[in-house]
C-alpha cells in the first residue's frame, strides 16, 4: 500500500471517530436535559404548595367553628339556666346566642367553600403528580436507549481508535507530522481524491505539471488550488 493511500485511510477513519465522538456528545447533552422534569417538577410543586395552604386555612376555620359553636353553647345554658331574671339581661343573652348562631352559620357556608377549593386542588396536584411519574418512567426508557447507544458508540471509538495506531505505524512519520500540521486548515481533510484530473474537495481542475507528477512520481504531490495531498484511487 502507498503511504498516501495509508494516510487517506486514517483520514477516512477519523472523519468516522470524529462523527461518533460528535454523537457521543449529543446523546450526553440530551442525558443531561431536565428542562421537561424540571418544569413538571415546578408545576407539582406549585399544586402541592396550593392544596397545603387550602387545607390549612380549611382546618383553621374549622377550630374557630368550634370555638364560636362552644361560645354558643355556654351562653345558651347560661340564657336557660334560670339564674337571671332581669329581662334586659335575658334579651342581651338572646341576641349574642342568634348573633353567634348567625356567625356560626356563614363561617360554614366559608368552611364548604374553602373545601371544595381545597378538594379541587388536591385533585390537581395529583394529577400534576401523576404526570410527573409518567414523565420520569418515560424519561427513564428514554434514557435507557440513549446510554445503550451511546456505549456502543463509545465501543466503536474504541476499537477505530486501536486501528487508527496501527496504521499510523505504516505510515513515514515526516509524512504523518505534515499531515497532522495540515489537518485543522484543511477540515480534517488533508488528503483529497484526484478524480478526472480535478481536486474532489476543492473542485479545480488540475493542470499538467500536477497531472504528470502523480503518474510519473511515488513523491507527494498536492492540490495546485487548495493544497491538499493528492490521492488516485
Ligand atoms: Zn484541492
Redesign the pocket.
Known sequence: MSDVLALFRIQKLELVIIDRTKRIKAINAQLEDDAALQAAQAVVDAAREAYENAAKQANELGTQIASVSDKRSESEARLYSGINNNPRELADMNREVEALARRKSSLEDELRRLAADRDTLLQRAEEAEAELAELQEQRQQENQALIGDRDALSGEVRAMLAQRKEGIQEIPPELFQRYNSMRSAKSNRPV?ELRDGA?T????EQNSSVLSAMYRTDAIVT?Q????ILIRL
Do not use: E, L
Open positions: 483529497a481536486c474537495i476543492c473542485g479545480i492540490c488550488n487548495c493544497g491538499r
